[in-house]
């Protein structure tokens, strides 16, 4: 390990240097040691005028990072109506998932929702049935919070053994926004919930009606009624004008374009919990209500995606964790399928539900590697391989896999998805 | 004050229930006790099916929101190419500023730069100089911070008097984000620093070449090169493909599109660290070197651009505090112009050196309001009126104005810009 990670003071350089020569070299002529200024004094950049600040009143990435965009996987499902695409993981940083580049998942494509036009309703099981706009909720006190959002069938592939090569593929069913929103217990109080009442029915505007059954303990525990994702109005392939926020729970529960809550006193059994959205274990039955996202981890660089580009040397490698239980206080990284596990140095804010940031700067000797990533979370939960999930579960499943994934990286530091027993 | 605030159990309704259907009739129809399920049922968007999952690989705000935008005031400067546009405040929520909507500064236009042909190099009073490549850089180990950054022109308007109709003209020379880079002590340290560099000058690679001096005390502290925000890379007009970070100081000071970092023994006096970013006082000396930003909030909501729409009852209010020095423990609210002041509730994560949300959950009566917030770091220090700070900086100055704004709101909820003594 270099000392750089434990010095700041400017002698403490030596490691470094010798390690990032062998890079300068590799990146096709820039000398570490040849600091003329005529390398950074011309460039194309420098030698006529921009646009102005009028140019983009709602601002667009560089052309440079046209590559960098959610993807669909056409052959995955039947119409891209009812499909997902992935956040791509491996060319994200920090903690915060960009508006632009959250995944979705659609059932009868991107409900385009007028806010003046839009009502959210409580009926059911209330004293008082009530519909509100959306001025209405924006009357109620607001809270800000960090989840994360991943769906079930995240790494759903996998099951079957190594599959789709990138995470973005195979992991690429989450982001993790900062929501603005009304607690849903504060809706919920207004209407008043009658005794009997103990479970919620939330249901979507959009064309497929999506319905979910959520207990009424954590409706009035940390669910919330959000109109604002990063700061700005959710997008519309996220639920604008106003969606739920599930924290913890799978993604399927997150209603978008929310129209109503129905409070009854027992679950409704919709399709997306029945049919959708259950485990079916080896002997031919199935998991019901499923909801809680177990921790879980992926190494996003290097990974297929995003290979190795420079020779042996220093090498930073990263990746993301995260728990529907709490937090993830540590991350533990192997280099060689699981002989040697070392932890990984967290970065960045620790919310509870939401994803974390870890590190792993090492020296590369240019030898392949076996990189796997083990979550720990709060509650002491450590993430399992996927034999171990299998052992349990059968193959039969495509939801909550939290397996730990494996990379293999080759000595022109190309990753490929596999797996290792 | 509602009960809502503090009970959460649905018997604590009866305060907003009475206070909210006032708004249910004022938005034209939305009957709070009328839940027939035939109003949210027949609604457009849930007749036809919606784009899919392969329409927008990177994606756009909802046709409803185009109105949230930044927007420039063409009369403030000569052109474009060297002016400002403000980050739409009253629109926001949280914390985090989206990338598309952070102001804009620029003195040459926006840089396009390519990634692959950037260079960072290190030069002067070092050791070693050094060249570094996007790749080089990206194999030191890596942080991620949420920081303000605010220009010193924020508010310098206002030093004549209440000037601009709107939080995003007074007050929307900031933004913040979630910045992941390479700490520049690092960098400093990899390079060399020689005995007698005490201040690096730090150099942009657009046409202007903007420059500043920092001294080594900072930059050895919490300084970052970063090249990304919120989770992807940099946006051009932010320095894509990779900025200086300086927390808490002027934003001037956060060089884009970084070429050069020279070390040497005394500030370098640069044009924009002595004809410009200094402030002249009434004796028509200057201040020198004043980089830390004081504490400083604004109500956002209502504000001239987001005025009460609802009549009298609930209302929430809210506005965003920060300070160069720390973190923002506590900001105060008063409706009627300084003579009584209540706290407000914080809610979202407080980080040092970043933007906080406040919120003032009230009642109001209909009658005419003079709102004012007032933020208290965590130094201790308060943050003064308008007419305090003019009593020792005079009415020369443009920049660092943090004194407390007005907007007075009259009976139809409309807010005006406005000077109380």
Chains 1, 2 share one sequence.
Request: a negative charge; charged letters at 20%.
């Amino acid at each position: 390990m270099s000392k750089i990670f434990k010095g700041t003071k400017p002698s403490r350089r030596s490691f470094l240097r010798g390690a990032l020569a062998g890079g300068g070299a590799l990146a096709g002529g820039a000398a570490w040691a040849d600091a003329d200024p005529a390398i950074v004094e011309k460039q194309p950049w420098n030698q006529y005028l921009g646009d102005g600040v009028d140019a983009r009143p709602y601002g667009v990435p560089s052309k440079f990072e046209e590559h960098v965009r959610r993807q669909d996987v056409p052959w995955l499902t039947a119409d891209p109506i009812s499909s997902v695409n992935f956040t791509p993981l491996h060319e994200l940083d920090g903690i915060i998932t960009p508006n632009g580049l959250c995944f979705e998942r659609h059932h009868a494509g991107i409900a385009e929702v007028d806010p003046a036009q839009h009502r959210l309703m409580i009926n059911g099981l209330v004293d008082r049935p009530l519909v509100f706009t959306m001025q209405d909720l924006m009357r109620f006190p607001r809270e800000n919070h960090v989840y994360f959002l991943e769906c079930a069938a995240n790494s759903g592939m996998e099951w079957a053994g190594a599959q789709l090569n990138g995470c973005q593929f195979t992991h690429g069913m989450i982001h993790n926004v900062m929501y603005t929103g009304v607690p849903l217990r504060l809706l919920l109080a207004e209407a008043g919930v009658k005794t009997e009442g103990k479970w919620i029915m939330v249901e979507g505007a959009d064309a497929s009606g999506m319905n979910r059954s959520i207990p009424m303990e954590k409706a009035l525990d940390d669910c919330m009624i959000a109109f604002k994702m990063n700061g700005e109005a959710l997008r519309p392939e996220q639920g604008y004008p106003v969606r739920l926020v599930v924290p913890g729970w799978e993604g399927n529960m997150w209603v978008k374009w929310i129209r109503r809550i129905e409070v009854g006193d027992k679950p409704w059994h919709a399709r997306e919990e029945t049919s959708k959205y259950t485990d079916l274990l080896p002997d031919g039955q199935a998991r019901r209500f499923t909801w809680e996202m177990d921790a879980k981890s992926v190494i996003t660089n290097p990974s297929p995606q995003a290979p190795i580009t420079h020779g042996p040397g220093h090498t930073v490698l990263t990746g993301v964790a995260w728990s529907g239980r709490g937090t993830i206080p540590r991350v533990d990284v192997t280099l060689d399928g699981g002989i040697n596990w070392q932890p990984a140095r967290m970065s960045g804010p620790s919310f509870d539900k939401s994803m974390h940031r870890f590190y792993f700067d090492f020296d590369w000797d240019g030898k392949p590697l076996l990189l796997q990533s083990r979550a720990h979370d709060s509650t002491g939960y450590v993430q399992p391989t996927k034999d171990q999930l299998r052992a349990i579960r059968g193959e039969n499943s495509i939801y909550h896999n939290n397996g730990i994934q494996t990379w293999a990286v080759n000595e022109q530091g190309v990753a490929e998805n596999v797996e290792i027993s």
